[in-house]
């Protein structure tokens, strides 16, 4: 269940904040380093609200409320080593990128426009992330540590609150129909600075067993930076998997049937135990593989789905078996 929506009009109205200083300052690589009592006014509310947002994620997530430290007496809850080392065990939040995209930001360094803000945010002290440091710095001694109250900084721990607001909401976005549709996903999901990185599901290589493992290519390291997954919905992704099984059925039986397959076998035996595709490709080529192969269910797909998934770590489809008893129609 989604946190109620107590942190996200706080965000935007930082955000909008932010792009207020865009007018008086030019946002480049080279001003990233410029700072202010009001950018450490801006970096100190960001990260109280990353404090609180993180600690209620912590708790959505069954971690312990009521710590205790080595000799078992009661301490303080923290919000890094704590809440958001919990974040990162479930989530890898530390990997996940964000892009700068705010029209009037003219950072060209990509070091500057693809950020992974919540990287050692779990970590303290000299170990943990700019942003983290600038903060603690300035709540505790703003006339000297000043300096680290940049746009830099700032930037970082707005990406970090916006990355932890994205965790508390709706897990999955609908996208709209797949056949003749023009929705895409935007990938802002309501930001005017950043936009969450994703990446894509829905190339599928169908068997009777279906899983995660039948995503192809496989998403790799890709899935470790991105936010959100775009996906078939587990509805179109059910439906996908039966009509492959039945069409699966249909070739199963015509190979079996086929005089021209039982021909080619007798008389090379070393086939025997090949995939339908090579027998077939082998015995009479296209014209026999596009005989023997059955599309009419797959062909009549006109409803599937799409939808943006918050990418938790815990699986993108269900796990699909071979139907049993299928009539085929």
């Known amino acids: 269940m989604p946190i109620l929506n107590l942190y996200w009009p706080v965000y935007k109205n930082l ?21 202010s009592m009001y950018i450490a006014d801006l970096i100190v509310r960001c990260s109280v609200e990353i404090e609180s947002l993180s600690k209620e994620l912590y708790c959505m997530l069954g971690g312990n409320m009521s710590p205790t430290d080595s000799e078992g007496n009661n ?23 964000i892009a700068v995209s705010a029209i009037n930001f003219y950072f060209v360094d990509e070091k500057n426009t693809i950020l992974t803000p919540l990287h050692k945010a779990h970590k ?6 700019k942003w983290k440091q600038a903060y603690q710095a300035v709540k505790h001694d703003r006339r000297n540590s000043l300096k680290k109250a940049s746009i830099e900084n700032l930037l970082h721990a ?6 932890l607001n994205l965790y508390s909401r709706d897990e999955r976005t609908d996208i709209g129909r797949v056949y003749l549709n023009d929705h895409n996903f935007d990938s802002r999901v309501g930001s005017e600075i950043f936009s969450a990185h994703y ?47 039945l069409d699966n059925q249909i ?13 080619f076998l007798a008389e090379h035996p070393e086939y025997i135990g090949k ?27 006109k409803g ?17 078996f071979p139907l049993e008893d299928t009539k085929i129609e």
């Open 15 to 35: 955000e909008k904040e932010f792009l207020k200083l865009a007018n008086y300052i030019h946002f480049s690589d080279d001003q990233l380093g410029t700072y």
């Open 75 to 97: 301490r303080d809850l923290y919000f890094d080593t704590d809440c958001l080392d919990l974040l990162e065990q479930t989530w890898i939040l530390s990997k996940k990128q």
């Open 124 to 129: 303290r002290g000299t170990s943990g992330s």
């Open 158 to 163: 707005l990406g970090a609150l916006y990355i």
């Open 199 to 245: 990446c894509r599901a829905t190339g599928l290589s169908m068997r009777p067993n279906m899983n995660d493992n039948c995503i192809s290519p496989a998403l790799g390291d890709e899935l470790e930076k991105s936010i959100y997954v775009i996906k078939y919905d587990d509805k179109s992704f059910r439906e996908m998997h039966k009509n492959f099984c």
């Open 251 to 263: 070739t199963i039986e015509r190979f079996g049937k086929s005089a021209e397959i039982k021909k």
């Open 275 to 301: 995939s339908i595709n090579e027998i077939c490709m082998a015995a009479g080529g296209t014209n026999l593989l596009t005989r023997i192969f059955c599309f009419q269910h797959t062909m009549q797909e």
């Open 304 to 320: 599937a789905r799409m939808e943006a998934m918050l990418n938790k770590h815990s699986g993108i489809y269900p796990e699909l």
